[in-house]
């Protein structure tokens, strides 16, 4: 039974930093992928790597601010995100794949509850 387990969500103020966590218990996916979902919108992706961490992909509005990693070792992925905006507030969902890593949601297998991240002006 495949688990992901994300963590390190919560409440900060604009320009603030947050490292969201994710761990998947049973096996490592080729692809780990980071999606949010804010109230009222739908579900949009924020960042995605494969196994070795050689291919990244980042949504636009969050380049240069949120930076995808991953310990293998550990089976999590990690999201860092810095200069946080009030419309970062989302909830975060961590997302693998056992093939493939790109950026469409629809490519992924697995999914996490969610995490929430919310930022204040």
């Known amino acids: 039974q495949v688990q992901l387990l994300e963590s390190g969500g919560g409440w900060v103020q604009a320009g603030g930093s947050l490292r969201l966590s994710c761990v998947s218990s049973?096996?490592?996916?080729?692809?780990m992928g980071w999606f949010r979902q804010a109230p009222g919108k739908e579900r949009e992706f924020v960042a995605a790597n494969n196994l070795s961490g050689s291919n990244r992909y980042n949504a636009d509005s969050v380049k240069g601010r949120f930076t995808i990693s991953r310990n293998n070792a550990k089976n999590t992925v990690y999201l860092q995100m810095n200069n946080l905006k009030p419309e970062d507030t989302a909830v975060y969902y961590c997302?693998?794949?056992?093939?493939?890593?790109?950026?469409?949601?629809?490519?992924?297998?697995?999914w996490g509850q969610g995490t929430q991240v919310t930022v204040s002006s």
């Open positions: 049973g096996r490592t996916f080729y692809g």
């Open positions: 997302a693998a794949a056992g093939n493939i890593a790109t950026m469409q949601a629809a490519d992924y297998d697995y």
